[in-house]
Nanobody, 116 residues
Framework: QVQLVESGGGLVQPGGSLRLSCAAS????????MGWFRRAPGKQRELVAT???????NYADSVKGRFTISRDNAKNTMYLQMNSLKPEDTAVYYC??????????WGQGTQVTVSS
């Protein structure tokens, strides 16, 4: 079964940058949308950004202008470039693939902590 594995999280100071990666262990059939979600302590999971197979992107208002989602289909990998990080960006970040028949596929999450 194909799995999604996130990497790139860590501790960064406010104003810093991180790049998250989401690598699929193989080709995922039936995917029509991929994205990043996050869950901060004590809060519900929220959408961060999505990208279609054609490369159309969408962002939460809170990250517009600071985060960039991209994908490399040849490498079965999706990225989230995060710049100008704020303490409120602290969360566990999850990658997600939406499939036509099999539904959502999730990664295990990677912790991002923004603190001085």
């Amino acid at each position: 079964q194909v799995q999604l594995v996130e990497s790139g999280g860590g501790l960064v100071q406010p104003g810093g940058s991180l790049r998250l990666s989401c690598a699929a262990s193989g080709r995922i059939s039936g995917v029509y949308l991929m994205g990043w979600f996050r869950r901060a302590p004590g809060k519900q999971r929220e959408l961060v950004a999505t990208i279609t197979n054609g490369g159309t992107t969408n962002y939460a208002d809170s990250v517009k202008g600071r985060f960039t989602i991209s994908r490399d289909n040849a490498k079965n990998t999706m990225y989230l470039q995060m710049n100008s990080l704020k303490p409120e960006d602290t969360a566990v970040y999850y990658c997600n693939a939406k499939r036509v028949i099999l539904g959502d596929l999730w990664g295990q999450g990677t912790q991002v902590t923004v603190s001085s």
